[in-house]
C-alpha cells in the first residue's frame, strides 16, 4: 500500500511510483514549511498555477485573494474556453505562440489540452508546425514565455568552463530537483529544414512535450538542451535579429572536445539521466552515437527511433501484403530515396527483422535494399567517395552500371517499397507511383519526410495514381481520403517517431536500465506493432489510431522494460520481479501505467492543507 503524505508534508518533487492517487487536497505543496508568502509564490508558477480553478478559500491561504476574477472554474470549463480561443487563431504558427504561452503559465491547462485533444495539439506542439516555428524562432521568442521564465537551456561554447554553475542555476529557476530525461540538439540538421542553428531549440521542447502528453513523463524531469555551436546559415549569420552565436560551426575536433565536455557535465550533475539525441548531422549524429552509446544512458531517435517506428510499420504491411496478394516476406525490395541518419538507421532495424524473423544471413538480408541519394543509386563503384555511413549499403552488384535518376532505379530495382526520407517535396511524381502501382498489386509507398512540404508525395497522390490500392504511411498528417469506390474517408498511417521514442523512454526509466541497447530498440517497434488488432489491420492500417497514444506508449514501454530485463541491463528491483514471473506482460504494463504522470490527477498538483503554515 502506497504511503500517505502527511497534511505538513510538501512535495515539489515525488519519484514516479509515488505521484499516484495520493490524498486530493486544495492547496498547493512546496518541499520545505514556508510562510505563506513563499506559498503564494510557489502558486503561481506553471506548474503550480490552477489560475481560475483555485478555490476561495486556497487563495485565502495562500494570500492571492485578488488575483483572480472571482469565478472558481473547472479544468475541463478551463479547457473549453482555451479551445475556443485557440480554434479562433488563423495561422499554426499562432496556434503554436498561444499554446506555449499556456505552457509557461498554466502548465496543467496545458497538458489537459494535449492529452484530450491529442490529435489536434499534436501538429502544432511538433511536426509539422514546429518547423516553421524553428525557422521564426528568433522571432518569436520575446513572446513566448513570461521575462526570466525557463523555456529550455541554452549551452554556447563560451558557456563550456562554466557548465555546471549554468546546469545548477536553470534546475533552481525551473524548479527542478533531478530532470530524468533531456531532449539534447546543436540544430544543424533540423528535419527537413537543414541548419538552424539555436533557432532548433523547438525541437528539444517540442519532443519532451510529447514525452509528457504522450508517455506521462513528469513534466519537471524534463529538460531541453540547445547547443549553441555556431552555424553555417548565412541568412541567420547577416540576420540582425537573429538571436544565437553569429560564428561558423567548429570542425570536427573541437566538435567532439565540446560534446565531451557537455557530456561530462550532464551526466555529472544527473548520473542517471537518458539523453536523447536529436538532429545532428548525419555525420556527427552516427559518430556520437558510435562514442556514447555503450557507456552512458543514451539513445538517438533520428536514427534508432525513426528505425524502430518504421520497423513497427513494416511489420504490419509486410503481413497486408502477404494477406491480400501472397508477397513472401523474403522476396521484398526496399529503393530509400535518401541516404541521411534517418534512412540508413531505418535500413538497419528491417535489416535485423529479416535476420531475426525469418532467418536471413547478414549478407542475404542488406541485399534487400537499395539506396538513392543526390547522385543516383549507390554503389561501391560508382566514382565518388561515400559517407562512411553510406558504405554498408551501397551495392556492388551493379556490374559496373549506374543508374543517375530515382525513375531509372525504379525500372532496374522493380523494388516492392518505396522510401523517402530525402526532404525533397515532391520527389515521387505521379509517374513514379503510377510505376509502383504497375510492379505490385499493393505497393508499399512510406514517403516520410517532415514537414508536409518536403513530404515526397501526398496520401491522396499515392491512392488516386495506384486505384486506392497502395499501403502507405506518411511521416507528417495528411488530410483523410474520400475513396471513390467506397465514399468513405480513409486515414493515412502516420509513421511518426512520437509512437516510439515516448514509450522507449518511459521503458527506459521505468526497469532504471543502465543502457539503451539495439535489442530494447526493437522491442521497442515489435511493442508498437502488436497495438494493432487484425480488425484494425483488415482495414488496411499499420499504425494505431494517435487517440490511443497513452495507451500504445505504455505497451512500447513495457516491451521495452521487459527486454532490458532479459538483456540484464535493468536495475529496478520491481519489474525485474514481475519480468521473471511466467506470464509477465499484463503486471508489466500496469506496473507501467502506475508511474504515467496524469494531468487529471489532483495530487500532482495539490499542496498540503493551509495548517501547515
Not at 567517395?385 to 551501397?394: E, G, I, N, P
Not at 480488425?535 to 490511443?548: D, F, M, S, V, W
Request: charged content about 20%.
Amino acid at each position: 500500500m502506497m504511503k500517505r503524505f502527511s497534511h505538513k508534508a510538501w512535495t515539489l518533487t515525488r519519484p514516479l511510483q509515488q505521484q499516484r492517487l495520493m490524498h486530493r487536497t486544495t492547496v498547493l505543496a512546496s518541499p520545505h514549511p514556508s510562510p505563506v508568502n513563499s506559498k503564494a509564490k510557489l502558486a503561481t508558477t506553471p506548474y503550480y498555477n490552477q489560475s481560475t480553478s483555485l478555490p476561495a478559500p486556497s487563495r485565502q491561504a495562500l494570500g492571492l485573494r485578488g488575483y483572480h476574477p472571482p469565478a472558481v472554474e473547472t479544468l475541463d470549463l478551463q479547457q473549453q474556453r482555451a479551445l475556443q480561443f485557440l480554434r479562433d487563431k488563423k495561422t499554426s504558427l499562432d496556434k503554436y505562440v498561444f499554446l506555449a504561452q499556456l505552457r509557461n503559465s498554466n502548465l496543467r491547462l496545458f497538458y489537459k489540452l494535449v492529452n484530450d485533444q491529442f490529435e489536434e495539439i499534436a501538429p502544432i506542439i511538433y511536426t509539422p508546425t514546429v518547423g516553421e516555428a524553428c525557422m521564426e524562432y528568433s522571432n518569436i521568442y520575446p513572446f513566448l514565455a513570461p521575462p526570466g521564465s525557463p523555456d529550455g537551456l541554452y549551452i554556447t561554447l563560451n558557456d563550456l568552463p562554466n557548465l555546471k554553475e549554468i546546469i545548477r542555476d536553470y534546475c533552481a529557476k525551473a524548479c527542478m530537483d533531478a530532470p530524468e530525461i533531456t531532449v539534447i540538439s546543436d540544430g544543424s540538421r533540423i528535419l527537413g529544414l537543414g541548419d538552424l542553428g539555436v533557432n532548433g531549440v523547438g525541437i528539444p521542447i517540442g519532443k519532451l512535450q510529447l514525452y509528457v502528453g504522450a508517455a506521462g513523463i513528469d513534466p519537471r524531469k524534463t529538460l531541453p538542451i540547445i547547443l549553441d555551436f555556431g552555424t553555417n546559415n548565412e541568412k541567420y549569420l547577416q540576420d540582425p535579429l537573429y538571436l544565437g552565436l553569429k560564428q561558423k560551426r567548429p570542425a570536427d575536433a573541437a566538435f567532439y572536445s565540446a560534446m565531451d565536455q557537455v557530456m561530462d557535465g550532464i551526466y555529472d550533475a544527473f548520473p542517471d539521466i537518458l539523453v536523447q539525441f536529436e538532429d545532428f548531422q548525419s555525420d556527427h549524429a552516427f559518430g556520437l552515437l558510435e562514442k556514447y552509446q555503450d557507456k552512458v544512458l543514451c539513445f538517438n531517435d533520428d536514427i534508432q527511433g525513426t528505425g524502430s517506428v518504421i520497423l513497427a510499420g513494416f511489420i504490419n504491411a509486410i503481413k497486408l501484403a502477404e494477406k491480400k496478394s501472397g508477397l513472401r516476406p523474403e522476396d521484398h525490395r526496399f529503393v530509400f530515396f535518401g541516404a541521411g541518419s534517418s534512412a540508413i538507421g531505418v535500413g538497419k532495424q528491417l535489416q535485423a527483422y529479416f535476420m531475426k524473423q525469418y532467418g536471413l544471413s547478414e549478407k542475404e538480408s542488406s541485399q534487400l535494399f537499395y539506396y538513392v541519394d543526390s547522385k543516383g543509386l549507390i554503389t561501391m563503384d560508382r566514382g565518388d567517395k561515400l559517407a562512411q555511413h553510406k558504405v554498408y549499403f551501397a551495392r556492388q552488384d551493379n556490374a559496373g552500371a549506374q543508374f543517375k535518376s530515382l525513375d531509372a532505379v525504379l525500372d532496374y530495382v522493380k523494388p516492392t517499397a518505396l522510401i523517402g526520407l530525402s526532404g525533397q517535396g515532391q520527389a515521387f511524381s505521379t509517374d513514379l507511383l503510377a510505376k509502383m502501382g504497375d510492379l505490385n498489386a499493393h505497393p508499399i509507398v512510406f514517403p516520410l519526410s517532415n514537414p508536409m512540404t518536403n513530404a515526397e508525395c501526398t496520401f491522396e497522390q499515392a491512392m488516386k495514381t495506384t486505384d486506392e490500392r497502395v499501403i502507405f504511411a506518411s511521416g507528417t498528417a495528411f488530410p483523410p481520403y474520400v475513396s471513390n469506390k467506397t465514399g468513405r474517408a480513409v486515414t493515412a498511417g502516420q509513421g511518426n517517431n512520437m509512437y516510439i521514442f515516448p514509450g522507449l523512454g518511459l521503458g527506459t526509466l521505468v526497469a532504471k536500465a543502465s543502457r539503451v541497447s539495439d535489442g530494447m530498440i526493437y522491442a521497442a517497434a515489435q511493442g508498437l506493432a502488436s497495438t494493432v488488432s487484425p480488425a484494425e489491420l483488415e482495414q488496411g492500417h499499420i499504425y494505431p489510431a494517435l487517440t490511443r497514444i497513452r495507451q500504445v506508449s505504455a505497451h512500447v514501454a513495457a516491451a521495452v522494460a521487459h527486454q532490458a530485463v532479459k538483456e540484464g541491463l535493468a536495475t529496478n528491483p520491481g519489474i525485474i520481479d514481475i519480468a521473471n514471473n511466467p506470464e509477465p506482460k499484463q503486471s508489466l504494463l500496469q506496473y507501467v501505467e502506475n508511474q504515467m504522470w496524469d494531468v487529471n490527477h489532483d495530487d500532482h498538483f495539490a499542496v498540503a492543507a493551509s495548517s501547515s503554515s
